[in-house]
T-cell receptor, first 112, second 117 residues
């Protein structure tokens, strides 16, 4: 049972445009969400997180939106840069468990 | 800050041998460390949660006698794959959660590629 889903395995975006990566979850106990960026044969790099008490968190070019009623979150990258090309994973956690459940990842390719 | 290292980065071993992977938090103390496994083109799957000074908690389906975890200090956790077989070949990644504050953020190591021949 996949509790965290990223339904788009890949996404291509032109440089300078907005990249929108989506993530859906099923477990209503999740209250902390994160996005990680990962290159092949490397560990994930933390990008941005959001607590369930918020619906938006912004950090530079990265913004995460959370829609609790829809159990959906999204990562917006604007403007997209070629260096953003990587696999992006969303992760969810129920506060206090400190355990992450990862989505299946979306491969983003930013075209120059 | 929040750097996590893993050693070795790659290891090739013969079937039946044991392999130890180290995970270190370099600039913070980690009361909790986590071990994940990633198969090609799949997600990261949590294997176990390791707390300093206590026994690790394993996820369902993970054999604790096969994947031995030792969290001997606040900066070091080790994963030993005992009697490795080809199906254990995978990318193993650790993460560490800082012991201070209430943040749930985990910081990941660079991973270890294990190939069992």
């Amino acid at each position: 049972d996949q509790q965290v889903k990223q339904n788009s395995p890949s996404l291509s975006v032109q440089e300078g445009r907005i990249s929108i990566l989506n993530c859906d979850y099923t477990n209503s106990m999740f209250d902390y969400f994160l996005w990680y960026k990962k290159y092949p044969a490397e560990g994930p790099t933390f990008l941005i997180s959001i607590s369930s008490i918020k619906d938006k968190n912004e950090d530079g070019r990265f913004t995460v939106f959370l829609n609790k009623s829809a159990k959906h979150l999204s990562l917006h990258i604007v403007p997209s840069q070629p260096g953003d090309s990587a696999v992006y994973f969303c992760a969810a956690s129920a506060r206090g468990t400190y355990k992450y459940i990862f989505g299946t990842g979306t491969r983003l390719k930013v075209l120059a | 800050g929040a750097v996590v290292s893993q050693h070795p980065s790659r290891v090739i071993c013969k079937s039946g041998t044991s392999v130890k992977i180290e995970c270190r938090s370099l600039d913070f103390q980690a009361t909790t460390m986590f071990w994940y496994r990633q198969f090609p083109k799949q997600s990261l799957m949590l294997m176990a949660t390791s707390n300093e000074g206590s026994k690790a908690t394993y996820e369902q389906g993970v054999e604790k006698d096969k994947f031995l975890i030792n969290h001997a200090s606040l900066t070091l956790s080790t994963l030993t794959v005992t009697s490795a077989h080809p199906e254990d070949s995978s990318f193993y990644i650790c993460s560490a959660r800082p012991g201070t504050g209430t943040s749930d953020t985990q910081y990941f190591g660079p991973g270890t590629r294990l190939t069992v021949l």
